[in-house]
């Protein structure tokens, strides 16, 4: 019995080899420098953030180059697969602009090196494998999961390295006869690759983040296609679909380094280029005086609902990443402040090696900017697009008169320097809402008219602007010279700089006043411009709510 046979065995159905896939999948007719990349991740889990890093950087990669982003959908691991999750992770790109070139999706394959799905794959693999049996470089073991935790355990306590290699591969000689025997019989199994690497040798591998970098030389004699459902572990799917879909940079996480023996030896038995490799930083985040990596389990803002349920516009998420995948982002976007982040000239060598801190009061401050800087008719289509999915209370009423919400949202807006009141699209109303009848209606909050305590003053000041001194159409100089006069008949000094001159001359100043004013229409102290405010509320709806003090 031979090698060719116990491959025979083991797939008899498989009549391709290699060279027609080889065929099938041609080099592909790119420029010279194109960049061909994958986002390729696992449906065990919703998309985070540390993903939304590898998406952007792949995606930058592929368009400044004129080369092409694939996502490719690694459901290998089919017990662990969360419902939802391959939805989620092509809707979070779609949300961020993020476009494959090439990806299969609910039934439709776009692109020429497809399937973009391991598990439509299989018969790829089984090819891949099958050459491996037929030159003695993989074998059957027939080791029980019992059997391998058990080995685990014992080296734990021997202190020795962690795996299946030398004497702990106990099936790797076993001869093929017996083999075939057993697979007859029925008994699982999974195939391990046959390594020929020392690890007492060394090799170098250039990382395109950290450079060169020596590691031992693989010895184990790791699985690459798993007993229950016959697909191929990630290590192996990972060679033979980056071979064919010509692959030529992989970005991916910084745990991934350790793999980098496995891959490059399995790369050097198929005789196959291997791609480029960028490993990510450690996404940190700042906990109280301590810097740790951001939790899925600990952090809302790890997972990308985050994001879109706050209400986060879609390019200060990018920009935000963008900021800590290369240190030089930051001057570049204040030199090109209006070209789209793929023109960035990304460069693996300018990625944080100790880990990236992400900074929610960061994203913050960026997230302003591009709010303050939308048109009022740009945030009202982005506010309501939110407001649709998250409140739809809310959006009721920004949509039951768009032109007055409109004018809301317009305060302070479109000029010089615009207002910045607004990190994300969930913050809004709180910052609106007694803008609509409904909100103030419904809102428990008292008065607290702050420096002016006396409440039968208050309802003086109050009822003597909107009797004596209120005019809807005075411009806003007029109408602040009526606020000083009101503000003088009652004591309080027209000019702040007069009252800190002559404090015991007065009983407080025109601020005082004008906060009494705002207070009574809107019980905010902090609010926008006072006047605008007015304008938009009108007299009779401001008159039916100071009635209330």
Known sequence: MTNKDLADLIFPNITKTIEDYEKMY????????????????????????????SAVINYVLAKKSGGVFFVRNEDTDQARTVEGAVDFIHKTLKHYGIYPDEYEYEG?????????IQSERMEIYHTFVKHLLEIGKAYPCFMSKEEVDEIRENQLTAKKRIGIYGRFAR????????????????????????????????????????????????????????SEDLLPTYHFAHLVDDHLMRTTHVVRGEEWISSVPIHYELFQTFGFKMPKYIHNSLILKKDGDTIRK???????????????????????????????????????????????????????????????LFDLDKLDNISKNIISKMSKDELFVELTNWASEYDKEFCELLNRDIEYTKRILNIEREQKKPRKDYACYSDVKSKIWYMFDELWNKESKGYEFQTIADLSEVRNIVKTYFDKYYVENDDKDTWFSKVKELAKEFGYAPEVKEYKENPENYKGHVGDVSTVLRIAI????????????MRILGRDRMLKRIEQI
Do not use: C
């Open 522 to 533: 809107t019980r905010e102290a902090m609010t926008p411009d006072l006047y605008e405010l």
């Open 108 to 116: 439709k394959i776009v692109g020429n090196y497809g399937p973009y």
């Open 171 to 226: 099936f790797r000689n076993l001869p093929i006869e017996e083999a075939m025997e057993r697979i007859k019989n029925g008994e699982k199994y999974v195939i391990r690759f046959k390594s020929d690497g020392d690890f007492d040798k060394k090799f170098v591998f250039e990382e395109q983040n950290k450079g060169k970098m020596e590691f031992p030389l693989n010895d184990l004699d790791f699985p690459i296609m798993k």
């Open 26 to 53: 041609p080099e592909r007719d790119l420029p010279e420098g194109a960049k061909v990349v994958r986002f390729a991740p696992s449906p065990t889990g919703f998309m985070h953030i540390g993903n939304m890093m």
């Open 294 to 356: 951001i939790s899925k389990r600990k952090d809302p803002e790890a997972l990308m609902f985050y994001y879109t349920e706050k209400g986060y516009p879609a390019s200060a998420v990018i920009e935000s990443v963008m900021t800590i995948a290369n240190s030089n982002y930051e001057e570049w976007r204040t030199g090109h402040p209006d070209a789209p982040f793929y023109e960035f000239d990304f460069s693996p060598k300018k990625m944080s090696s100790s880990g990236a």
